[in-house]
């Protein structure tokens, strides 16, 4: 199994400008997470989506901020317009609710830098 | 509103010691608790995790300990190495819960 696949892994852009991260959670997993990680504040959840569906966007910093999963093996969250406060790894994690622990797996990051 | 607080930040261990990582929360209704493991450039990845009705779980050099009318629960890492060194966070969530609350972390090195 390839795990979460993210892209791109790196991304520097400047003010102003819109950015989409990508995700392809593991295939059978029906539940998928984007979280931000910064020094400040650690890890954050931004929105969850199960079964494509969002259950809880209550993290999404403000509306320049939109989450999207189209269908089972994909969803991107687009910043638009972007700002250097933005500036973070951006996680995305899938999980198969069926399981004891429903283990989240998270993949590699996408480090955004917004100049 | 950080609901898990994690110590210490930093943590240098030399190899063979004992490295001890700390949590406390609040909120009762946590009824998971896992514990990350993430090295530079990757995402965090479940290390262990334990329900409160255990008051330790073992996995190799990896030991919880968890107290369940403190609300803490602290990570051993025995016979420590240079490959254990990562951040480490703890998480707790309701157990039907979707939401992990993660620690802010702790950077570990282990020095040989």
């Known amino acids: 199994d390839a795990g979460v696949i993210q892209s791109p892994r790196h991304e520097v852009t400047e003010m102003g400008q819109e950015v989409t991260l990508r995700c392809k959670p593991i295939?059978?997993?029906?539940?998928l997470f984007w979280y931000r990680q910064t020094m400040m504040r650690g890890l954050e959840l931004l929105i969850y989506f199960n079964n494509n569906v969002p259950i809880d966007d209550s993290g999404m910093p403000e509306d320049r901020f939109s989450a999207k999963m189209p269908n089972a093996s994909f969803s991107t969250l687009k910043i638009q317009p972007s700002e250097p406060r933005d500036s973070a790894v951006y996680f995305c994690?899938?999980?198969?609710?069926?399981?004891?622990?429903?283990?989240?797996?998270f993949g590699p990051g996408t480090r955004l830098t917004v100049l | 509103q950080q609901q898990v607080k994690q110590s210490p930040q930093s943590l240098i261990v030399q190899k063979g010691g004992i490295s001890i990582i700390n949590c406390a929360y609040e909120n009762t209704a946590f009824d998971y608790f896992p514990w990350y493991q993430q090295f530079p450039g990757k995402g965090p990845a479940l290390l262990i995790a334990i329900r409160p009705d255990v008051s330790e779980k073992k996995e190799g050099r990896f030991t919880i300990s968890f107290n369940k009318s403190a609300k803490q629960f602290s990570l051993h890492i025995m016979d420590s190495q240079p490959g254990d060194s990562a951040t480490y966070f703890c998480a707790a969530r309701p157990d039907s819960g979707y939401a992990l609350n993660f620690g802010k972390g702790t950077s570990l090195l282990v020095t040989p």
């Open positions: 994690a899938s999980r198969r609710l069926a399981g004891p622990y429903n283990e989240q797996f």
């Open positions: 295939s059978g997993h029906n539940s």
